[in-house]
């Protein structure tokens, strides 16, 4: 049987591919950042000594308009326990998926919507 994809499901699916994508990736920096903390890479985008090189970098460059959404509450757990901060690193990390998801889900609809 030939299963045909209609334009939303080729948006769907690329949309999860892409938030997926930007999950994992950003997991990955934090666990970097915390297994190599005096990286050379870290120090190429951050400009001041960090603890926490991966979070920042997560921060600033790959999650920016969400981390200036929540930037109090982010900084907030700064002081707290390892959990506590890198719960709300997830969180951003997850918001930031989900946002960035959704704008390639409506580009994307949008393209294919002007392209038939």
Do not use: W
């Not at 900084?75 to 390639?104: K, Q, W």
């Amino acid at each position: 049987m030939v299963q045909y994809y209609t334009d939303k499901n080729k948006a769907r699916i690329t949309a999860d591919a892409i938030a997926i994508s930007h999950f994992i990736v950003a997991n990955v920096v934090i666990l970097l950042g915390v297994l190599v903390p005096k990286s050379k890479v870290f120090a190429l985008f951050l400009s001041h000594h960090s603890t926490t090189p991966g979070v920042d970098f997560v921060y600033q460059v790959m999650d920016r308009p969400i981390y200036n959404m929540f930037r109090g509450t982010a900084e907030g757990f700064r002081g707290t326990n390892d959990f506590m901060f890198f719960l709300s690193a997830e969180t951003i990390i997850i918001l930031g998926s989900f946002f960035y998801g959704l704008i390639a889900y409506f580009l994307l609809s949008v393209f294919l919507k002007l392209t038939r």
